[in-house]
């Protein structure tokens, strides 16, 4: 006989029931999950070392698709709620329509960041893709940037893939028409 207090008593023929019943819940399988699996540093080098494709192949043209896709980005969440124009699903569709060049251009600015900035490259991507949004979403000319990205995301659904860096190029200086208050980026200089 077990004494909780001077006057609580439990038989220990009482705690076996409750104690097989811990024991019980501990013994059931969880489902199988298979561990993440990472690349390995060598597959890693191969991705970054990779030779760009055909339409990444001119100098910038992976920021430039890069930049676009950011630009975009900003109108599709803002300008629906500032002026009316919904571009969102156009937007959603130039992601879909260049999901692979998109993806490449993405490696390709991780890659030219890791090269320019070393260990530090994350912090400055990170820095600087706040300060693009921001460019973006502060323009000095909301309703005429809102206008023009409609224009460009109109334009873009009829843009093939291997064309896209070429009409990303042309495209970014139409929304950047309006002088900004914000400094040119560091990794643009």
């Not at 630009?71 to 002026?83: D, F, G, H, I, Q």
């Not at 030219?112 to 490259?121: D, E, L, V």
């Not at 909301?142 to 064309?163: F, H, K, L, M, W």
């Amino acid at each position: 006989m077990i004494v909780l207090s001077h006057n609580v008593r439990l038989r220990s023929a009482a705690l076996v029931p409750v104690s097989l019943l811990g024991l019980a819940a501990c013994t059931t399988t969880a489902p199988y999950v298979a561990a993440p699996t990472f690349p390995t540093k060598q597959e890693t080098q191969l991705v970054i070392e990779a030779p760009k494709p055909p339409a990444l192949a001119e100098a910038g043209s992976a920021q430039d698709v890069w930049h676009l896709r950011s630009a975009l980005n900003v109108a599709a969440l803002a300008c629906s709620r500032s002026t009316g124009v919904d571009i969102g699903p156009r937007y959603n569709a130039m992601l879909a329509q260049h999901k692979e060049l998109l993806t490449q251009a993405y490696v390709a600015e991780e890659a030219r960041y890791k090269a320019k900035f070393g260990r530090n490259w994350r912090t400055i991507q990170d820095r600087e893709a706040t300060s693009l949004y921001n460019r973006y979403a502060n323009h000095p000319d909301p309703r005429g940037y809102c206008a023009e990205a409609n224009r460009i995301s109109r334009e873009a659904a009829r843009v093939n893939t291997e064309d896209f860096a070429r009409f990303a190029a042309a495209a970014i200086p139409r929304l950047e028409a309006k002088p900004f208050s914000t400094p040119v980026l560091a990794s643009q200089k």
